[in-house]
Structure formats: C-alpha cells, structure tokens
C-alpha cells in the first residue's frame, strides 16, 4: 500500500504535506510517528475513505468496506451495554452472527452488562478496540488506540492489535507512546515538516540515531 506524492492543503489553504511518500507494509504494524498538528490523522482519515476525497494518488489499498477505522474519541450510544456495542460492532461483518460474550477477554467480561455511559474513557477505548479487532477487514486503523489506557490494559491492547498482524493483517496506527510495541512486527514512519522524515524498523531508527530507545531515537529525529 503506497501513497505517492501526495501534496495536500487544508481547508484554510495551509500546506499539510507536500509530494508526501509512504509505503505501508502488509501483515505489519506500520507505526506513524510526528509531532501534534504533523498530519497522522489527516492521512488515516484519507486511507479510510472518512474524508471524501478523489484522486488520490494511493495505490494499492483495500475498498472502504475491508477497512476498520478506530478514530480518536469513542463514539457509541451511552445505553447499549458492553457486550451489545460489540455483538452490534460483531454483526456488521456477520448478521445475526454467534457473538458470546464468553468469548471476551477476562477484563471486558467483568463489565460487559454495564452500559456504556457508565464506563471511563480507558474502558471505553477498550471496548471499541475489542470491536474493531474482531471485524474480518484487511486494513485496520487506529488512531492513538493507547490513550488515555492504563499501563496493564494498554499492554494487552497492543498485544491485541499485534495479533491482527499474526493473522496476516495489515495495521497502521498512530501513537505517541513506544513502550509495548512488538518490535520485531514494527515499521515506523515518521512525518515531520509535510515529508516523510524516517521509514525502517525500530532498530533500524536508533541505528541511524545512535540511541538504544525509541523515545530517545524519536527525540533525537528532531521530527
Ligand atoms: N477540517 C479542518 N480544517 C482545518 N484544519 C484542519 C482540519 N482538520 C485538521 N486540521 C488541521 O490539520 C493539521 C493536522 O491535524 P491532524 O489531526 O491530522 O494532526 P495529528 O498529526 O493527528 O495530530 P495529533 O498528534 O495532535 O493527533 C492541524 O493543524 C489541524 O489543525
């Protein structure tokens, strides 16, 4: 999947990215990395088809329908329980389909007939998450998908995410956070300035910068 020199202005007329290369690897988590305001998602909003926009110089992506799209925020209905928002997120793939909600992880079963109104922000993400990772797509976007976790629950959400790359999934994820991440599955783009500013493996990254961290490789990108 490859996005080839891509120039884009916001609606105000400022430049986001100009003639902007990025290729994406399958069956990988492909991380997008930059400073708050860079564009990371700009970009995920274009590859989900959430922005109409025509054109666009993106080659070899999946159809919209074989998309799944965590956005920030987590948007449902404050009265479907936890175990109705993901059989309903279940039954867009497979109507009327065989969702048990003994098939949750231990953490979402605790709570599964509490509604959502009623959860916190992390639990909430959660839920989603879960929702996302079990639509059968070929593309899976997640925008930040950590925030706002605490340390245990958001371990298990990156272990949950990596599984999809073990199933032949492709990821792309945006994030500012690089603990957890199961590196031997990660590729990074960094986006600074509109261009695209670093593209390889976490070793690869503090190779080139000569760290022995992400954080510290990532501080050291200047991105
Ligand atoms: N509809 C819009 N109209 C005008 N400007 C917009 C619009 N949507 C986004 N922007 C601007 O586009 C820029 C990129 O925003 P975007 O949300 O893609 O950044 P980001 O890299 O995801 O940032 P963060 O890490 O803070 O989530 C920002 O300057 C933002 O203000």
Redesign the pocket.
Known sequence: MEIQNFSYQ???G?Q?FDQLSVTFDSGKINLLL??????????L?LISGVSEQRNLPFVGFPPMGRIAYQM?GAPFTGTATVSEAIGMMVDLDQPNGHFQETQLPASLQEIAHSHFRDLSGGQRRLVILEGICRLNRDLYLF??PESGLDVKVAVSAMERISRLTTQGKTVIM?T?QFHNLPTDRVKIQV?AKKHLAFCGTPSELMAETGTSSMEAAYLKMDA
């Open positions: 916001l609606p105000d400022r986001l930059g400073v708050n305001g860079v564009g990371k998602t700009t970009l909003d920030q925008d930040e945006t500012h986006l």
